[in-house]
């Protein structure tokens, strides 16, 4: 089961696998050459016969094929180089053939589509020498082809992608989505103190109180009746500072602030009851809020792990790449975790959206499981 917490950002594209992308380059090319020609010649026939009217049916039909050539750019891309291409988003259009022609013209998605294929066939043609020769040269199908996929689709993200308008509308989404679960996080956080601090701290400090009250009326009784309430408020008050200390520790941990991440993993993994390898490579040190919640993301899942997985071993990796840091914890557990609304790993999920970060979660039934988090640095 695999699992996405928190508002997708920007459409990234990630390198693709070596086979996929020599099948693309190779079988695209008869039909990179097909749409170059129809859209090609059809369009400079209607043009130069618009004049006898010949050419409007032409360049109607041409218009739409454009779209819909663009329709099946987006699904064979997405499929066969993984980009995360949506479908594209048109206007509906309503009227007669010729103002539905005309919307047609004026729609930048359709002008987008065209200088795509434009684009794709003198592309093609490279890439079709370099899949050929990467079926035959392994280092060009290991180093050289998956580059090129991963460029065609970068290209193809940009011209069949949603336009700018429609990224920044969905960045907003996104920040308002980011925004209200911070806000929610923040309540449950604060519910959390105040439980913790009713229910554990305040009572100890009550029960001082009370034997100290009580030692008050006992002085005149002896010193053994006054010394066993004095060592039962000392008790007490003992109690009420570890709980404090603890629960400081719950908000924002000593270790972390002092030694960094790295320290602060190695000594949740300690405290595991199961065995956890911890690796960390985060230069340079990240923001501290990037890092409380790289902590608590650990913390939280190692605890999920001891209690509900099953699993005998567990793995923390954290690295950092130019504008983020990733963790992600495994464990060798029977699986089957879900990110549920109210659940644990939802709470994490928007602990990680507070900052724009994601959290995704793949599980299948049988394991293992895999929680990770991309947590940006800057925001």
Known sequence: MSAVAGEQGPIEQARPGAAKTITFMVSSFALRLVQFV???VLSLVGIATTVIWVGIPILLWTTSMVRGFGNLERRWVRRMLGTPLPAADRAPVDGGV????????VDGTTWRDLAY???AFPLGIVEFAVGLASILLVPMAI???PWIGWMHGSLAIALLGPNR???LRVKAQQLQASRARGVDAAEA???RIERDLHDGAQQRLVAVALNLGRVKNKLDAGPEAVRALIDEAHTDAKLAVSELRDLARGIYPAVLGDRGLDAALSALAAKTPIPVEVTVDIEPRPPAAVETTAYFIAGETLTNVAKHSGATEAQVKAWRTDDKVVIEITD??????EVRPGGGLAGLADRAATIDGVMTVVSPQG??????????CTW
Do not use: Q
Not at 98 to 105: A, D, E, I, N, V
Not at 332 to 337: L, P
């Open 117 to 119: 294929l434009l684009v």
């Open 367 to 376: 394991g293992p499981t895999v929680v990770r988090a991309d947590l940006p």
């Open 98 to 105: 010729l103002r539905r022609w005309r919307m047609r013209l």
């Open 143 to 145: 180093w050289v082809a």
């Open 38 to 40: 129809l859209v090609v």
């Open 189 to 191: 956080e604060r519910r």
């Open 332 to 337: 060798n557990g029977h699986g089957g975790a």
């Open 165 to 167: 308008t429609e990224r």
